[in-house]
């Protein structure tokens, strides 16, 4: 083990989910890269992948993100 490998504690009640393993985890276990949160409960973790997938069709429906301007077309 490295002499000055940190590990990272989680606060009880913060909850991840762990998109390595696929599951709910109570602290960050996994590193930041391989999770979401932290979330206040178990069930807002095990809705993760729903909620991402909720927030993405929003952000590509988006208007702000569509508009003609962005697409490189000229407005008449």
């Known amino acids: 083990m490295a002499l000055f490998k940190k590990r990272t504690v989680g606060k009880p009640g913060e909850w991840y989910y762990c998109l390595e393993h696929k599951k709910v985890?109570?602290?960050?276990?996994?590193?930041?890269?391989?999770?979401?949160?932290?979330?206040?409960?178990?069930?807002?973790?095990?809705?993760?992948?729903?909620?991402?997938?909720?927030?993405?069709?929003?952000w590509e429906n988006d208007p702000k993100w569509h508009d003609a301007t962005a697409r490189g077309e000229d407005e008449d």
């Open 25 to 58: 985890e109570e602290g960050p276990d996994c590193p930041a890269k391989d999770r979401f949160g932290p979330y206040a409960t178990r069930a807002e973790a095990e809705h993760a992948m729903e909620t991402a997938r909720e927030r993405n069709l929003q």
